[in-house]
């Protein structure tokens, strides 16, 4: 499995998808104009991976994000979860400013579907 990166804007969070550890980064802002085209190669290089990996963990540092990235997270979120299920080992580790409560809230609706390991972390 080959590694994806995808460098950030002001728009769009920087995304790197690494094989060996298992394991997808994403920091930044996430507004995009088109989510879908931004995030499928994401849900593409993941399902590849969990279909070959025992384990993986997403490590979230996301500020902001508009409707259609909060559709597509819950896609990427749907993946772990079906995969957890299966038996695989994944965790999710959402580190958040602690002056941004916000984004914390964000975290745990995502958090309240879920049964695999997911962690609201405070930064600073």
Known sequence: MTDLKIAGSTSTPTIQCTAQPS??????????????DLFQPVLQWMEAQLASADTLTMDLELVYLNTSSVRIMMDLFDTLEEAHKGGRKVIVNWYYDARNERVAELAEEF????????HILPQG
């Open 23 to 36: 394991r997808v980064h994403m920091k930044g802002d996430s507004y995009p104009e088109n989510a879908f």
């Open 111 to 118: 958090k309240e579907d879920l049964t695999l390991p997911f």
